[in-house]
């Protein structure tokens, strides 16, 4: 038997049932699908977002979704280093264990650059 609950169903929808329906339909049905960005930007906008305020709820959907969208594994590890910079080192310092368990969890995988290595 399948589960073709939503993430957000599955999540909360039997605490909060119209909090899950708002984001399946608001947030990932009109927002998501709106024509003005694709789907990697959102990710990435959205990734970024929730770095840089410090969110370590919906990170790990959010970069399955990325993941999903094209956005890669290295891109993300860019971007959360990028934002030690503009959003704070303790900010980004504290995304990466959130970053490495979604990305763990994903099966996706981040490559060290000769160039990163200072």
Same mark, same amino acid.
């Given at each position: 038997?399948?589960?073709?609950r939503s993430?957000?169903?599955? *999540?909360?929808?039997?605490? *909060?049932?119209?909090?899950?329906?708002l984001?399946d339909?608001v /947030?990932?049905?009109?927002?998501?699908e +709106?024509?003005?960005?694709?789907?990697?930007?959102r @990710?990435?906008?959205?990734v970024?977002s929730?770095? *840089? %305020?410090n +969110?370590t !709820?919906?990170?790990?959907?959010?970069? +399955?979704r990325?993941?999903?969208?094209?956005?890669t594994?290295?891109k993300l590890?860019? %971007?959360?280093?990028?934002?030690?910079? =503009?959003?704070?080192?303790p900010?980004? !310092? =504290?995304a990466?264990?959130? %970053?490495r368990?979604? /990305?763990?969890e994903a099966?996706? @995988?981040?490559?060290? +650059?000769?160039?990163d /290595?200072?």
């Amino acid at each position: 038997m399948t589960d073709d609950r939503s993430p957000a169903q599955k *999540a909360y929808g039997d605490v *909060a049932p119209a909090l899950a329906g708002l984001g399946d339909r608001v /947030l990932f049905g009109e927002v998501w699908e +709106r024509p003005g960005l694709s789907k990697y930007d959102r @990710s990435l906008i959205t990734v970024a977002s929730l770095v *840089a %305020l410090n +969110r370590t !709820n919906e990170p790990p959907g959010h970069v +399955r979704r990325a993941l999903d969208n094209g956005v890669t594994a290295d891109k993300l590890t860019e %971007l959360v280093t990028h934002l030690a910079l =503009s959003g704070g080192w303790p900010t980004a !310092n =504290s995304a990466i264990p959130v %970053l490495r368990q979604a /990305l763990d969890e994903a099966g996706a @995988s981040t490559t060290i +650059r000769t160039g990163d /290595l200072g």
